[in-house]
């Protein structure tokens, strides 16, 4: 004798009838242990806070692609996220938190291994100022039709104009005539923002 509800599905019945829709949305529920009515609440939810992230923060968004240097910084630093995920790859590598890891590269690849990974470090996060300097400028260039190689090259000069040529020494001092790296990463990133907005700015008014 085989039995079978309304909205339940035997597989060892032979006479059972289609399922509906209705019935499917209650064995996946049942299934899991959640009730039809909270997948109703959390799709309403769902909606609700979709609706409140639209009508809050869709006006923003809007208002800051209608501005051009907003805009610019945004796109710049889009272009460079490769670049920065690169670096943070070889950054974990080199500095994963687990307890033997360092003795353990050092054995398998050498003591100059960690050291080599810098290489990339160096050659993105220790530069990100640099980066960030191009990048806008080429975003600036293109939003308003300038020349962007131009752009980025009028920029980095004004940057350099203003990073000091002098590398402080903990005994007291500096040493004269050197570029700080520390200047070109991430402890310059907000003086080279601004200092590619000005620049780029200035070369607009001069070309027009």
Known sequence: MCLQSQNTFNPHCSTHQPLTQKAAINIIAAWWYIPLSQCKDSENDMNKFTEVMERNLLPLAMKIESNDYLS?????FIRIMPFLIIGSFFLLIANLPFPGY???IVGLFGDKFISQLNYILD????????????????????????NEISCALISLVCFMIITPFKLPQEQGGAISDVIPVFALGAQGLFLSIIVTLIAVRLYRLCSH
């Not at 610019?72 to 710049?76: L, M, Q, R, Y």
Request: charged residues 15%.
């Open 72 to 76: 610019a910084i945004k796109d710049g």
């Open 123 to 146: 050659a993105t996060y220790s530069i990100m100022a640099l980066l960030v300097i191009v990048s806008i400028s080429i975003s600036m260039a293109k939003r308003w039709q300038l």
């Open 102 to 104: 360092s003795d353990f």
